[in-house]
């Protein structure tokens, strides 16, 4: 995925300044009494586009200098405001001259020539009702003006914004993800490309993603992936977005919401070290006083994702680590990650790196986390559609992972500015973010709890909202980070005979006054005389092609959520939409054709080995599977399943093909494996399309092996 770049038409700022003497400086602010309504301020244009916080009320100022200006120092001043943000409509500094300005309360800020050149741009917000306005000019070209303010009714601290991120989106099932940005209410919508498929013309804009997404287009800050550029310049991007996309060609940009800086950036155009958008990104970032910094694009730096790590983008990565960015909103991979904050190599950086978060969950089909990534993946899912919740302040942040309505998947992460003005504070986080546990059985999970400011505070650690029937202990249950480090503990998870279940447990961190959280969850799996259980809603183990001898050129079989796919030749379902428990099983082509032939298991065989277990006296196999197949296959194609026993494969189960057309059933089978007893063997599930090429499609659920 793509991000875009906005450029704004460069014109004379639309705001009447006094021809001033050199050493001139002026100050004059507009307080309003009684509760009065502020003056409109008057808009500018090349400004850098500046959303608000809730409550946030304004009005006129008129503060500039130029010349030698060692005259005394000003304020801009809205009485009872909790804290001011300025509006300089013009920052031509030469030199080593500066405007430096402070908080009544708290907050400084010095002002240079690299500060938006030639731009109109709001500056970070500075506490108290006052901003003193120093200027230190020696050279006779320096000018500056400032033409209005910010106030907020509120401490800035309790100031945020919301903004919506999501990529990959329409897709067939961005109906599902639209409603959430609704109910969220954001100040911004960023996408991270990818957002009409599947070719992003104009018309699959305005057909595909427009009657789900149109009604947030006034909010929308858009990048664009790489199907958008499977038309010709990405032409029905351009066409769709106008201006709001950026300058046809280019497509990055930035804007500030809050005391955030957002940069939008564009991976499917030249991204290399010393390119035009690389160096523009450093210009950019310098320029910018936000204590804040997020940017937004669409191919991942780290994936775990089927494209895996992508170091095309390093260049941006680098840049923003370089100058204390803070987030990455990626997509690309249709799955959701989150990563810890990293250089560019990936090494965790918790003092400086960058935290990625991709969000490719908007709407279209699920990719499986198969490749292995150079960065610290600390969450991740691959089956639930949903979008991010971006709560932003002055000095930190809180994302949330937020499922489309019917699915429970969650996460949440904090993190401070590493820019802002802060005091000592700790985070919680939890390794990994879901964990499953059998009755009677053990479980464990890392705490980690991270410094930021300095913190090296004792903080006390305990954990609730278990499932019935487990207790959860800490060791140590309190720990002390090194300033700016991480201190680790461990939960031990412990599952009565009788418990059952699963629950979003919190585990929570104290110091003194201060509380923070994170959330894991914790399920019960099955126990009894079961030998081997697999429902496919983890990670099991199981593993693709473990002998390396699959043939297979498509399709391949896969644990995710499978897509219903109807035949347009005969009308048949072929591919279930649907599972026999859960949400996922073992699929082959998990993702829906669009047309006939398309995603079904092609080129030959594929094969799935189970984890090994031992087998118990009496041992039963059960399990679910569908299958289904044209008219074109033959009884050279197959779904098998087999015991493998070292290395030599015994069939138990099979299906194979006819020149009728099978329409897919789940249906229930059972296997006699007590001829392994006591001998450690794995499951081997099978399918293929050999002969002559035909369509065949087949899942396998709820495989058990019992006594």
Not at 60 to 86: E, Q
Not at 369 to 390: H, I, M, R, Y
Not at 480 to 500: D, E, F
Not at 523 to 549: I, Q
């Amino acid at each position: 995925m793509r991000s875009t770049t906005k450029r704004w038409r460069r014109r004379t700022l639309a705001v009447a300044t006094s021809t001033l003497a050199a050493g001139a400086f002026l100050v004059a602010a507009h307080p309003q009494a009684g509760g009065a309504a502020p003056p409109a301020v008057p808009e500018v244009a090349d400004q850098v586009p500046q959303l608000t916080e809730a409550g946030v009320t304004g009005g006129p100022a008129s503060v500039s200098g130029g010349g030698t200006s060692t005259s005394a120092d000003r304020s801009v001043c809205a009485p009872g405001a909790h804290w001011l943000r300025v509006r300089f409509t013009e920052l031509s500094l030469r030199g080593n001259d500066s405007v430096t300005l402070t908080g009544s309360s708290a907050g400084s800020y010095t002002l240079t020539s690299r500060h938006w050149p030639g731009k109109a741009f709001h500056t970070r917000a500075f506490e108290g009702d006052c901003v003193r306005v120093s200027a230190a000019l020696s050279d006779p070209a320096s000018r500056f003006a400032i033409d209005a303010y910010q106030a907020g009714d509120r401490p800035l601290a309790a100031a945020t914004t919301t903004v919506a991120a999501v990529g990959d989106v329409c897709g067939s099932s961005c109906n599902q993800t639209a409603p959430l940005i609704k109910n969220m209410n954001p100040q911004a919508l960023i996408l991270a490309g990818d957002n009409a498929y599947s070719s992003g013309t104009l018309s699959e804009y305005k057909n595909n993603y427009d009657p789900y997404y149109g009604q947030f287009k006034a909010i929308t800050y858009p990048t664009p992936g790489n199907h958008e550029y499977n038309t010709s310049g990405a032409s029905g991007y351009f066409d769709y977005f106008g201006a709001r996309a950026g300058e046809r060609g280019k497509g990055y940009y930035s804007f500030d919401v809050g005391d955030w800086h957002f940069v939008a950036l564009n991976s499917n155009i030249t991204r290399s070290t010393g390119s035009a958008q690389e160096t523009w990104l450093k210009n950019d970032l310098a320029a910018s006083t936000k204590p804040c910094t997020a940017a937004f694009f669409h191919h991942p730096r780290f994936s775990r994702g089927t494209h895996g790590d992508d170091s095309s983008v390093t260049p941006f990565f680098q840049a923003l680590y370089n100058a204390k960015a803070d987030l990455i909103v990626v997509g690309h991979d249709h799955n959701y990650q989150r990563y810890a904050p990293s250089r560019p190599d990936g090494t965790r950086d918790d003092a400086n790196g960058v935290r990625e978060l991709l969000i490719g969950t908007g709407g279209r089909g699920y990719y499986n986390f198969d490749q292995s990534s150079a960065a610290v993946q600390e969450a991740g899912n691959t089956n639930t559609f949903g979008v991010g919740k971006l709560t932003l302040s002055a000095t930190d942040y809180r994302s949330d992972f937020v499922p489309v309505s019917g699915r429970t998947f969650t996460d949440t992460a904090t993190g401070k500015c590493k820019k802002a003005v802060s005091s000592p504070a700790f985070s919680v986080g939890t390794t990994p973010s879901s964990v499953s546990v059998k009755p009677g059985g053990t479980a464990s999970v890392t705490v980690n709890v991270g410094s930021t400011g300095g913190f090296t505070a004792a903080t006390a650690l305990s954990v609730s909202g278990l499932p019935s029937g487990v207790t959860g202990a800490i060791s140590p249950s309190s720990v002390t980070p090194p300033a700016n480090g991480t201190a680790t503990a461990t939960l031990t998870l412990t599952a009565s005979a009788t418990a059952s279940g699963s629950a979003a447990a919190t585990v929570t961190g104290t110091s003194g006054s201060t509380t923070q959280t994170a959330k894991v969850t914790v399920s019960v799996g099955t126990a009894g005389g079961e030998a081997f259980a697999d429902d496919f809603e983890t990670d099991k183990g199981w593993r693709l092609n473990a002998a390396g001898s699959d043939t297979a050129t498509a399709g391949k079989w896969e644990r995710g959520d499978p897509e219903q796919t109807t035949s347009t030749y005969s009308n048949q379902i072929k591919q279930r939409g649907d599972t026999t428990s859960g949400v996922n099983c073992l699929v082959t082509g998990r993702l829906a054709g669009s047309e006939y032939g398309v995603n079904d298991l092609d080129g030959g065989a594929s094969s799935m080995a189970s984890p090994a277990f031992t087998v118990p006296a009496g041992g039963k196999l059960t399990f679910s599977y569908t299958f289904a197949h044209g008219d074109n296959a033959t009884s050279a194609d197959y779904l098998r399943i087999r015991v493998l026993d070292g290395t030599t494969p015994t069939t138990v189960f099979e299906k194979t093909g006819s020149a009728t057309e099978v329409a897919g059933v789940w249906q229930n089978a059972t296997a006699d494996l007590s001829s392994f007893a006591g001998r450690s063997v794995r499951l081997l599930v099978e399918a293929a399309d050999a002969s002559t090429a035909s369509l065949w499609e087949s899942a396998v659920d709820d495989v058990r092996v019992t006594a």
